[in-house]
């Protein structure tokens, strides 16, 4: 039998209490499930007004996050040129909504988001 000789310059492996590692495991789980179902919350004034406005409307969707996000995409877009119809479009396109809520989803985002894009409302033109 060969016995493995001890570097001398190794420091001794220490041994972890096994409870250390199931407390530290289940800490790590509980924080990531505690944030990962946490509510969504609006996180300014805007956001707050902005959904408001959807569920004023009824208008649902999945989470508020997500609702915050696409607000934001919808005047990206709209400061890049494109027209408001093809953003009511799109929404209309990848989500559950009417074409009437999608207008109304991408009329409160300019509202809340972005009040100097879009069309003025009943104004039949194009903003200058």
Request: proline share 5%; hydrophobic share 40%; glycine share 10%.
């Amino acid at each position: 039998m060969s016995r493995r000789k001890r570097n001398q310059y190794q420091r001794p492996r220490l041994q972890t209490p096994w409870w250390l590692w199931t407390t530290a495991a289940g800490a790590i789980i509980g924080v990531a499930l505690a944030a990962s179902c946490a509510p969504a919350k609006a996180d300014t004034i805007s956001d707050v007004a902005f959904l408001q406005t959807l569920d004023g409307q009824a208008i649902h969707y999945p989470s508020a996050t997500f609702a915050i996000t696409v607000g934001h995409e919808i005047c990206n877009d709209l400061n890049a040129g494109i027209p408001e119809a093809t953003e009511i479009t799109r929404l209309w396109l990848i989500t559950s909504l009417d074409s009437y809520d999608a207008g109304y989803y991408v009329g409160a985002a300019v509202g809340a988001y972005c009040p100097g894009a879009g069309t003025p409302a009943g104004s039949g033109r194009e903003a200058v």
